[in-house]
């Protein structure tokens, strides 16, 4: 590509901070826009690839097409050009990280690989009703924002039209720059004379569903004719017998038709990809229910596994744990229950009508003083939590069968779920960014809420009467 660029230099208009990330396209840095008070992912491709004039010329007619494309879950492309014959694009900058990062350390909890997908076949689907493919999905292309400023977590999908700009004209996808662009790539592209269709992504889609799954590869080679093999001629691998994941069997189906080697038997669109594993997820969630609520279960210490709802949360993903699904033996574990109602009156001061905030001031001549506010929430509070994270407080509301949440800086509610009958307990993971609700009622339940959506996601059966509840990295309790 030439020389790479130098931190405080200027290249096309922008101010290069620094280096963010290099494949086999080109290099993209951090950089200032020249007029705005606007930082930006600047991508300068490589100049071996794009010597052609018919293959500039192509690309600066795809980023002109990505350009127009507005959805919450694409990157934004603000400009491209052609300096001293580098070609150039420069694109909204996503302040977090990328799939491909998260999975180094092996798969995704399946409810968050189930989220993540689904949030990109709304940006496929998007693009694709409006004549673009992308071409190129891979875990690398797949951003996820910051969430750890308070702001929900976002999937954002990048590099629209680049993959198609490049390939056609001179090859690429057939050599050995783009790898990792290879290990996903729909039987098809390797046929020089194949008409590529929209169907190429959901191919590509369910291979990245794959590899978040199991943390492998759906066909493992490191070359190109390997990997071509793969695609073309492997059988199509499942998923649930991956060994060091346990994924439920019911997305080897999924896989299976995604992956299909003939176009024609894939699914017609990657929101239907994406509606099929969140049909699967759900039905496991409740084999699951039905499992920890069978008989067995021990009667005063009800303990719930993590398989459901880990959602969110980016930057400790790569440190969750697998799902646990229906089949897996729990482990036994002893509670006693006055040390757990001990922990939760520390945690949970309780007002008639408020929640009372309760922090300590500089201790004047030896004593500790404290500051007391009542903040006014839902009728007869019962539990409360903090996400370490976010900083939000979750009030659970017996009366009325709220929780409300709260801005931990402000003290303001900002938001109220509803529907959860006898609102009692109420723990929050900060890793999957996920909140649990007991549900004080004869026929108990857990109600597992997304943080980042603020919507429950699955219930839990656990038995009568549940009350406190408390999580730690490995398993929920509630008794």
């Known amino acids: 590509m030439g020389a790479s660029l130098e931190s405080g230099g200027v290249f096309a208009g922008y101010r290069i901070l620094r280096r963010l990330g290099a494949g086999g396209m080109g290099t ?12 930006v992912a600047l991508k300068v491709l490589n100049r071996a690839l794009t010597d052609d004039e018919d293959v500039r010329a192509r690309f600066l007619r795809e980023a002109d097409t990505a350009a127009r494309l507005d959805h919450r879950n694409i ?50 689907d998007y693009a694709h009703g409006h004549g673009v493919l992308h071409r190129d999905v891979k875990p690398a292309n797949i951003l996820l924002t910051d969430a750890s400023r308070g702001e929900p977590e976002r999937v954002v999908l990048a590099d629209f039209g680049i993959a198609k700009a490049l390939d056609e004209t001179c090859g690429l996808t057939r050599s050995g720059n783009l790898l990792a662009s290879l290990q996903y790539a729909a039987p098809e592209q390797f046929d020089i004379g194949a008409t590529i269709d929209h ?3 959901v191919y590509s889609l369910g291979a990245t569903l794959y590899r978040m799954l199991t943390g492998a590869l759906p066909y493992p080679g490191s070359t190109p004719a390997q990997l071509m093999y793969g695609h073309l001629s492997l059988p199509i691998p499942k998923p649930s017998q991956h060994c060091e994941m346990r994924v439920p069997e019911g997305f080897d189906a999924i896989v299976e038709r995604a992956l299909a080697k003939d176009r024609e038997g894939r699914y017609s669109s990657c929101g239907e990809l994406a509606a099929a594993a969140n049909d699967t997820l759900a039905a496991a969630s409740k084999e699951l229910t039905a499992t920890v609520s069978s008989p067995t279960a021990p009667p005063k210490s009800k303990m719930m596994t993590e398989g459901i709802p880990a959602v969110g949360g980016a930057e400790h993903a790569s440190t969750m744990k697998p799902a646990v699904v229906p089949g897996t033996p729990v482990r036994k574990r002893r509670v006693h229950r006055r040390l757990l109602a001990v922990a939760a009156a520390a945690v949970a001061i309780i007002a008639a009508v408020a929640v009372v905030l309760i922090w300590p001031k500089p201790p004047p001549h030896g004593s500790l003083a404290f500051t007391v506010s009542p903040v006014a929430v839902g009728k007869n509070p019962q539990g409360v939590a903090v996400d370490a994270t976010t900083h939000n407080v979750y009030v659970a509301n017996t009366t009325g069968g709220t929780v409300s949440i709260l801005d931990g800086t402000t003290l303001a509610v900002t938001a109220t779920i509803g529907n959860i009958p006898s609102a009692q307990g109420v723990a929050v993971d900060p890793q999957t960014r996920t909140v649990y609700v007991t549900d004080y009622a004869d026929a108990g339940k857990v109600f597992v809420i997304d943080a980042n959506t603020n919507t429950v996601t699955a219930t839990i059966a656990v038995g009568a009467n549940p009350d406190e509840i408390a999580v730690d990295p490995h398993t929920i309790w509630c008794m």
């Open 28 to 39: 993209v840095y951090l950089a200032e826009h020249p007029n705005l008070p606007r930082l």
């Open 75 to 124: 990157v934004t492309v603000y400009d491209r050009g052609n300096e001293g014959g580098q070609l150039w694009i420069a694109m909204q900058y996503v302040d977090g990280c990328d799939v491909a990062e998260l999975l180094r350390d092996g798969g995704l909890p399946v409810a968050r690989a189930v989220w993540i997908i689904t949030e990109t076949a709304a940006a496929l």
């Open 199 to 201: 169907r190429v992504d």
